[in-house]
């Protein structure tokens, strides 16, 4: 069965320094891979998706993400955070049928 | 464009009431889904349509979760009768089609305690 892991579940940065948030996935086939951002009481924006060619993705709001087939991760960075992007973020693999399986999520606090 | 559209975007009721919410998504799309997101969790899939098709439900409880997409454009999701552990944000979102890859746009979600 598919499956997400973000093992972080908070991660804390001063605004202006650099992020990296964790994603593990377990998906028998070529995933599709997304990132998805909520803001408080918001739905869910996507941010990027992955789903064959190059490897590295850009997405919107300056991020960008990185799929290693060979340790099944899909990593999300950004280079300077700004207090804006305070949220929680959520990895997901696309399963048959374009049903989404999320990962738990994790809380991104901006320091100023 | 507009986006997903979802109401209430809170209700508050006791168990063994019954609630129910309501989704119109994105003109034109065939594919609407309904997520449950529990506080502290990612959001989980209970059903699926593709226009007013069921395509997945295996995650729905059918004892008391119930939903429909008649037209094949707005959709209903009930519960009757709500439990505690029914408390949760209830997210609708819309794709074009059910093909993978293809992006899911969500609402804003229905926010449900259950007292």
């Known amino acids: 069965a598919q499956s997400v892991t973000q093992p972080d579940i908070h991660i804390t940065v001063s605004e202006g320094a650099s992020l990296e948030l964790r994603c593990n996935y377990s998906?028998?086939?070529?995933?599709?891979l997304f990132w998805y951002v909520q803001s408080p009481g918001q739905g869910l924006q996507l941010l990027l998706k992955?789903?064959?060619?190059?490897?590295l993705v850009q997405g919107i709001k300056g991020f960008e993400a990185e799929f290693k087939r060979s340790q099944s991760s899909f990593n999300l960075r950004k280079p300077s955070v700004h207090w804006s992007d305070a949220a929680e973020y959520f990895c997901a693999v696309g399963a048959q049928g374009n049903k989404l399986v999320f990962g738990a999520g994790t809380i991104l606090r901006v320091k100023s | 464009e507009a986006g997903v559209a979802q109401s209430p975007r809170y209700k508050i009721i006791e168990k063994r009431q019954s609630v129910a919410f309501w989704c119109n998504p994105i003109?034109?799309?065939?594919?609407l889904y309904w997520y449950q997101q529990i506080l502290g969790q990612g959001p989980k899939l209970l059903i699926q349509?593709?226009?007013?098709?069921?395509?997945?439900d295996s995650q729905l409880p059918k004892d008391r979760f119930s939903a429909e997409r008649l037209k094949g454009v707005d959709s209903t999701l009930k519960i009757q009768p709500a439990k505690l552990e029914d408390s949760a944000v209830y997210l609708c979102?819309?794709?074009?089609?059910?093909?993978?890859?293809?992006?899911?746009?969500f609402g804003p979600g229905t926010r449900l305690l259950v007292l």
């Open positions: 349509f593709q226009n007013n098709g069921v395509v997945d």
């Open positions: 992955y789903f064959s060619g190059d490897t």
């Open positions: 003109s034109g799309h065939a594919t």
């Open positions: 998906y028998g086939a070529t995933p599709y």
């Open positions: 979102a819309s794709s074009r089609t059910s093909g993978g890859g293809e992006t899911q746009y």
